[in-house]
């Protein structure tokens, strides 16, 4: 049998238990590679890594530090080394206008999407920095362009986009093996769209952003794990500090 793209690395996914996760984690398995699922989700996270070929569910936390440090230190043990680490996990708030936004739902969605991800990379640069690896952050196409009531969502990911550069910069500048880049979906018809689609009513929220996008359809979340498959494997040997967009063409309007 013919070795997958990575073969031989083990990846570490949060978020991994549903929705784009699940793709991402589910791709990196069928590429031969050993796969952890963080999740707060226990039941989902259990069952997804039992439906895959090497891979285990850590239940973790994204947003305490503690949790970062147990479940890195758990990947390492069990498998012996961490190689890819997706920062994937992330929420999106009730969309609302600034003005309705409470200082605690702000808070709540940096918590995760920014503190979460700065985590991520800070202790995922401590296990990849000697023997090198690949730290790929879920951003999104709010990261690149405004749009109205997502403003905390959108502050979140835009952070998301710059840290990733400056991280990858620096791993760079110390020579350490690391590339770190970013992946921006548009709109995918999985995870948080599709949860907020089912709520107000699937068929006029889908097809009102299908017909906003120039390939006139939504994503899928195989498409992303395709992209973010490229980002872990050794294809992609020279690319650091790079944003890989995946959205039909929403931002090229």
């Known amino acids: ?27 990196l ?5 050993n796969v952890v699922i963080s999740d707060l989700d226990e039941a989902a996270g259990a069952a997804r890594a039992a439906s895959l ?33 997706v920062n994937n996990a ?3 708030p009730a969309t609302k ?10 808070k709540r969605v940096m918590s995760v999407n920014m503190d979460g991800v700065f985590l991520g990379v800070k ?15 879920l951003s999104s196409i709010m990261g690149l362009i405004g749009e109205a009531i997502v403003g905390a969502y959108s502050a979140s990911k835009g952070g998301v986009r710059l840290f990733t550069k400056s991280a990858a910069v620096e791993c760079a500048n110390l020579g350490y ?26 068929d006029s929220l889908r097809q009102r952003f299908a017909a906003r996008t120039p390939m006139k359809r939504l994503g899928k979340a195989e498409e992303i794990a395709k992209g973010v498959l490229f980002l872990a494997s050794d294809e992609a040997s020279f690319s650091t500090g790079s944003e890989l967009v995946i959205d039909g063409g929403y931002t090229a309007r």
């Open 53 to 85: 070929k090497n891979a285990v569910y850590l239940r973790h936390n994204v947003t305490v530090e503690s949790d970062w440090e147990a479940c890195i230190a758990a990947t390492r043990d069990r498998f012996g080394s961490l190689e890819v680490l």
């Open 123 to 137: 202790h995922g640069i401590g296990a990849m920095k000697e023997k090198g690896g690949s730290i790929i952050n």
């Open 97 to 106: 206008t600034i003005e309705e936004t409470s200082y605690d739902e702000w």
């Open 177 to 202: 093996p690391i590339r770190i880049n970013s992946i921006h979906p548009g709109y995918i018809d999985a995870g948080m769209f599709a949860a907020m689609a089912d709520e107000f009513g699937a």
């Open 29 to 33: 398995s069928e590429e031969g590679a």
């Open 1 to 27: 049998m013919a070795e997958g793209r990575v073969s031989g690395k083990t990846a570490l996914v949060t978020g991994g238990a549903s929705g784009i996760g699940a793709a991402i984690a589910t791709a």
């Open 90 to 92: 992330g929420v999106m």
